[in-house]
């Protein structure tokens, strides 16, 4: 889900209809395998600003509160900054999240309509969401929104989850009531901070490697290096992305394979790749997540991701896109 997981680490918050007046929203959640762990709001509040905060989290569960004076997308992540879950929230809302952390296309969210939408057509076509290659996914919102053109949801699947050529074109075929000039401007906003990711070069890095030990980690050993960025949620599309470079024969190319599990613990890290079908892959391992000092700059934001860098560690590609990150590669 990468259009999806960049939002989160840009901020990006979203109006998404003009009303008037402020009014207190309520979102409840119980998210398994959350723990302890601290969750991180995200949203425009009732007078125009974006609102940050904190919220507690005991056994899995987390409430709270805030104003809005028209719908807005609310934003939440967890402490490494990967998302968890995205909501359109209105004033009034009672919403409810249930479901599991590894599951987080099957969360069960209720209270508000299109988000209840929005997550009934993510359950329906979690396949698609999985895939590093998001053709089909893109083909499937192009389908829906041809068919509901006056729909909220429309707008925000264009704007949030997809990732093909044609969103102007079909935005543009949107009835005006499913596209409020607020959402419009606020898109424009979206791609200029789309256009800013980061392209900071990959510096060399200490991390726990899979011997036992700190490691160090550079770009400079080979001339181009590809690594995979994942946790636990995301090891069946890391499995996904080598069976495929395993068929291009990436083991004849002159170049280093890595990965780099993001996950505060090492529960699922061995188990996810001592059966791999490419030997010779180097295993690191982030606690910190996207918050290791070394990877910050980098600005991933959602996994699993893939960035290819020359020796000098210029990024040359990044993405989840496996054909394109293979061809630089290989370049």
């Not at 083991?251 to 990965?259: G, M």
């Amino acid at each position: 889900m990468k259009r999806i997981a960049q939002l989160f680490c840009c901020g990006l918050l979203m109006t998404l209809a003009a009303c008037s007046g402020k009014s207190e929203f309520t979102v409840t959640g119980k998210i398994a395998g959350l723990g302890e762990t601290n969750v991180h709001v995200a949203y425009r509040n009732a007078d125009g600003a974006v609102e940050e905060k904190w919220v507690g989290v005991k056994e899995d569960a987390f409430q709270f509160k805030g104003e809005v004076a028209e719908p807005t997308l609310v934003m939440l992540s967890n402490g490494q900054g990967l998302p968890l879950a995205r909501l359109v929230v209105e004033g009034g809302d009672a919403i409810t999240i249930e479901g599991e952390k590894n599951k987080l296309n099957e969360l069960k969210v209720k209270g508000n309509e299109t988000s209840e939408q929005w997550y009934a057509f993510i359950a329906e076509h979690t396949a698609q969401y999985q895939q590093p290659d998001h053709t089909t996914l893109n083909k499937e919102i192009e389908k829906y929104v041809a068919d509901h053109q006056d729909e909220l949801l429309s707008t925000v699947l264009l704007l949030v989850d997809y990732s093909g050529d044609n969103r102007d074109k079909l935005l543009g075929q949107l009835k005006d009531k499913a596209k409020p000039a607020s959402l419009m401007m606020d898109y424009n906003e979206l791609q200029a901070i789309m256009a800013k990711q980061s392209n900071a070069p990959l510096k060399a890095m200490t991390l726990y490697g899979s011997r036992g030990d700190f490691d160090t980690f550079s770009p400079n050993v080979a001339s181009h290096t590809l690594i995979i960025f994942w946790d636990n949620a995301s090891g069946s599309e890391r499995r996904n992305i080598l069976n495929r470079l395993q068929q291009q024969n990436v083991e004849d190319k002159n170049a280093l394979l890595a990965d780099i599990y993001m996950e505060s613990d090492t529960s699922g890290w061995r188990s996810n790749w001592e059966h791999d079908p490419i030997a010779g892959i180097e295993h690191y391992w982030a606690p910190q997540g996207t918050m290791h000092e070394s990877l910050k700059d980098l600005n991933i934001t959602s996994l699993p991701t893939i960035i290819v860098v020359d020796s000098t560690g210029t990024q040359r590609y990044r993405g989840g896109d496996v054909n394109a990150a293979f061809r630089k590669l290989t370049e």
